[in-house]
């Protein structure tokens, strides 16, 4: 469920909150953290108790650098919630995910 979601929703839950029930994108942001939360806490339980972390720790340049990004980021934009209007994050939405369907539409 979580792969169909995408990463917090942004493919497939935010377009669908917005376009299809009329929310506010800001809102649907929101929705789409809270309802990925469950979801990711309940899969890091699972990981955990498989042992499949331990890739992870081989990797720890890559979760190093990943982890601050996700941070960093998050911060930001956090910070420009308030600044950026909804009539702008509209259309920026629109183009990120027509960028990620032709990268989608390339991978072979």
Do not use: C
């Amino acid at each position: 469920m979580a792969s169909l979601l995408g990463v917090a929703g942004g493919e497939l839950l935010i377009p669908t909150l917005v376009l299809l029930f009329g929310a506010d994108i800001k809102l649907a942001g929101s929705l789409s953290l809270a309802v990925s939360l469950p979801t990711m806490l309940v899969g890091f339980t699972r990981y955990t108790r498989d042992q499949s972390f331990i890739v992870v720790g081989r990797n720890k340049i890559f979760l190093l650098v990943m982890a601050a990004g996700s941070i960093g980021g998050t911060f930001i934009g956090g910070q420009l919630l308030g600044l950026v209007p909804a009539g702008t994050l509209l259309p920026l939405l629109a183009v990120i995910l027509l960028a990620l369907a032709y990268k989608v539409w390339q991978h072979k």
